[in-house]
């Protein structure tokens, strides 16, 4: 069965950083391109970056341009964003997504809070 799961949100203060990783499992990531969304309290969720699959092209929201970076790890079966310079704005959750089909897919969120 096609699975997206993230992992590595969590509390951090302004200015630091975290690592997320979308790890897939049923499938092979690297034949897709991966998103990478966030959906603050009361808002709608919005697209942060995303990375084909070949070549592996980024893109990036105007927001976090600078401060974040996908990448791949094919061995891993891994899309990762590297968040920096964390901003309380930055505060949601993140969902990474990829179409397979038609089909989207969605992992089940991890929280990133950035706070003092």
């Known amino acids: 069965q096609e699975q997206l799961v993230e992992s590595g949100g969590g509390l951090v203060q302004p200015g630091g950083s975290l690592r997320l990783s979308c790890r897939a499992s049923g499938f092979i990531l690297d034949s897709y391109s991966v998103a990478w969304f966030r959906q603050a309290p009361g808002k709608k969720r919005v697209g942060v970056s995303c990375?084909?699959?070949?070549?592996?092209?980024?893109k990036y929201a105007s927001s976090v341009k600078g401060r974040f970076t996908i990448s791949r790890d094919n061995d891993e079966n891994t899309v990762y964003l590297q968040m920096n310079n964390l901003k309380r704005e930055d505060t949601a959750v993140y969902y990474c997504?990829?179409?397979?089909?038609?089909?989207?897919?969605w992992g089940q969120g991890t929280q990133v809070t950035v706070s003092s």
């Open positions: 997504n990829t179409q397979i089909l038609g089909r989207s897919y």
């Open positions: 990375i084909n699959s070949n070549p592996a092209e980024t």
